[in-house]
T-cell receptor, first 114, second 116 residues
Framework: EAQVTQNPRYLITVTGKKLTVTCSQNMNHEYMSWYRQDPGLGLRQIYYSMNVEVTDKGDVPEGYKVSRKEKRNFPLILESPSPNQTSLYFC?????????????FGPGTRLLVL | AQKITQTQPGMFVQEKEAVTLDCTYDTSDPSYGLFWYKQPSSGEMIFLIYQGSYDQQNATEGRYSLNFQKARKSANLVISASQLGDSAMYFCAMREGWAAGNKLTFGGGTRVLVKP
């Protein structure tokens, strides 16, 4: 089954404790992206990757890191989480970054930073 | 200025009736795409329908249709014959033609509750 998976689905952590949210897709998509969703703000892009070893900042990259060592994986790293990073996070992928390719979203990761 | 505006934070609709969800957008790029996503209470984002700026016809996908009025910069979603399972948040999103990274810019969403 074609899908985007994220782990963990739910995470409670404390300020400053490094964490990683994994994202994996099995569709051989070139493009992957991370979004965060906050009430009333819709989804905002954090980082994106057009292909392996190619990543760039989205609208709200502060406090986050990403890497794209393999085509299928695009982990999101919070080196020193803070309470304002409490949010619902989505990973998405699409065949490429051009044209009308729609993005397919993972199931989301709910993060609470205390 | 907001690039995507959804003015209806929430609405009720009677089962089996049609509902229109408003979306207006702002771009100076002649090439763009408009998307609608559904987010049920379980949280996942489900792609519903796409409209390209150069498409001559309004997009349709089953019970979903997009009322695209380019001059007004609106892309309203119409759900016909509403079902209880249509209760969810609905997001309008736009991708601009040459914007780096295929970024989707989302509106704030409209919550729909279908009444039996």
């Amino acid at each position: 089954e074609a899908q985007v998976t994220q782990n963990p689905r739910y995470l409670i952590t404390v300020t400053g404790k490094k964490l990683t949210v994994t994202c994996s897709q099995n569709m051989n998509h070139e493009y992957m992206s991370w979004y965060r969703q906050d009430p009333g703000l819709g989804l905002r892009q954090i980082y994106y990757s057009m292909n392996v070893e190619v990543t760039d900042k989205g609208d709200v990259p502060e406090g986050y890191k990403v890497s794209r060592k393999e085509k299928r994986n695009f982990p999101l790293i919070l080196e020193s989480p803070s309470p304002n990073q409490t949010s619902l996070y989505f990973c998405a992928s699409s065949l490429n970054w051009q044209g009308i390719e729609t993005q397919y979203f993972g199931p989301g990761t709910r993060l609470l930073v205390l | 200025a907001q690039k995507i505006t959804q003015t209806q934070p929430g609405m009720f609709v009677q089962e089996k009736e049609a509902v229109t969800l408003d979306c207006t957008y702002d771009t100076s790029d002649p090439s763009y795409g408009l998307f609608w996503y559904k987010q049920p209470s379980s949280g996942e984002m489900i792609f519903l329908i796409y409209q390209g700026s150069y498409d001559q016809q309004n997009a349709t996908e089953g019970r979903y249709s997009l009322n695209f009025q380019k001059a007004r910069k609106s892309a309203n979603l119409v759900i016909s014959a509403s079902q209880l399972g249509d209760s969810a948040m609905y997001f309008c999103a736009m991708r601009e033609g040459w914007a780096a990274g295929n970024k989707l810019t989302f509106g704030g969403g409209t919550r729909v509750l279908v009444k039996p």
